[in-house]
């Protein structure tokens, strides 16, 4: 009876595909891939297949630096070679006189106020050039303390740092006022100049001539004189006889003189 049993158990299985595929499933290989392509066996394009640098395999092809010995790190600290930095190289100037990344409140308000339009109209054009730099290399000094004391999370210094920079750009704010004042002064005095026949702005010779007028000047003199010598005299200027008080006045003084030569 148990034997019976076991034989028809056993031709179940083998007319259940589901069955069939469960007992394949044991020893067959686990793959994603469709059969037709797990058999293709043509060539690699990609070039950098087997490359790992976890593994150290290195390149699969050559290159022109392959047989050059590459760098090896100096490990002990007595023969690593110091690096040389210039002194006064222009990057210095993002820092202070010492160097400092950050500067302390105390260093920041060791400054006085700032320029005014009233002492800039004074300066030339050198100066102002030289002022506009000098206001632009403290800008970037502070600045950069700026960024630097928020990066470490100082929490300090930053009302004073940002008091010299209203300072700064007050300055060059002034310096600005100044030179526009100079362009229109110099664009009216331009328009007069070139109604006038004494200045060359052809920059070719002097700028300014006045020989170049001077028989016109003598000509409108002379035109004058003439006018004024036309021109009849007012009533106070015109000759009129002496007075009797005034002609006794003068015979005294003549007659002192005889007298008295």
Known sequence: MATLQCALSHAKCLRSPLKIHDRFAAWAPFSTSQPQ??????????????????????LRYPLSVSGRPLPKPVLDPERRSKPQRDENHGLWGFFNVAKDDIQIPKDDYQWGRSWT???????????LHRLWWVCAKERNRVSTSHFERERIKAGLGAKESHDRLLAVMKTQKAIRHVLTERWYAWQEAREIALDDETVDLTGEGPAYDPERRREE??????NAAARAEDEPRPYSEVDLPASPR???????????ASANP
């Open 37 to 58: 392509q797990a058999r293709h066996r043509g060539k690699d394009n990609n070039p950098n297949r087997g490359v790992s640098p976890l593994r150290r395999t290195g």
């Open 117 to 127: 339009a009233e002492d800039l109209r004074k300066k030339n054009w050198e100066d």
């Open 217 to 222: 000047y003598e000509e409108e003199d002379n």
């Open 246 to 256: 005034e002609v006794q006045v003068a015979s005294k003084e003549s007659a002192s």
